[in-house]
Nanobody, 124 residues
Framework: QLQLVESGGGLVHTGGSLRLSCAAS????????IGWFRQAPGKEREGVSC????????DYADSVKGRFTISRDNTKNTVYLQMNSLKPEYTAVYYC?????????????????WGQGTQVTVSS
C-alpha cells in the first residue's frame, strides 16, 4: 500500500520560508499526480497546489500564487512545496496525497493515500 510521509513543517515568522517534502514508501511516485492540501483549525481541507506525473501541469490556489512553488524529483521519489513570504493565515496542517486524475482540478475529492500531515505555524 502506498504511504506518503510529509516533513519540513515548523514555526516561522511572517515573511519566512519553509520547504515541505512528500516522500513515498513501498511504491514509486512516478505514476501519480500529487497534491498538497492544508487544513486550518475549524476550516475545511483545501487544495494548495498540484503537479502532474510529468511535472508539466501545475496548479496553485489563488491565495498562494507567487509565493509557493511545487516541484517533483522522481529520482528521489519526492515532491516538494517551497513556501516563501509566509503569512499567519497560512497556518495549518499540510498534507500531501495522490490524485486520481492527472488533469483534474486540485481538489480533495480527487485525492487519495493521504499522509499524516505536517504542522506549519506562521507567527505574526
Amino acid at each position: 500500500q502506498l504511504q506518503l510521509v510529509e516533513s519540513g513543517g515548523g514555526l516561522v515568522h511572517t515573511g519566512g520560508s519553509l520547504r515541505l517534502s512528500c516522500a513515498a514508501s513501498a511504491l514509486t511516485l512516478d505514476y501519480y499526480a500529487i497534491g498538497w492540501f492544508r487544513q486550518a483549525p475549524g476550516k475545511e481541507r483545501e487544495g494548495v497546489s498540484c503537479i502532474s506525473t510529468s511535472g508539466s501541469n501545475i496548479d496553485y490556489a489563488d491565495s498562494v500564487k507567487g509565493r509557493f512553488t511545487i516541484s517533483r524529483d522522481n529520482t528521489k521519489n519526492t515532491v516538494y512545496l517551497q513556501m516563501n513570504s509566509l503569512k499567519p493565515e497560512y497556518t495549518a496542517v499540510y498534507y500531501c496525497a495522490t490524485l486520481l486524475s492527472d488533469e483534474g482540478p486540485c481538489h480533495t475529492g480527487l485525492a487519495a493515500n493521504w499522509g499524516q500531515g505536517t504542522q506549519v505555524t506562521v507567527s505574526s
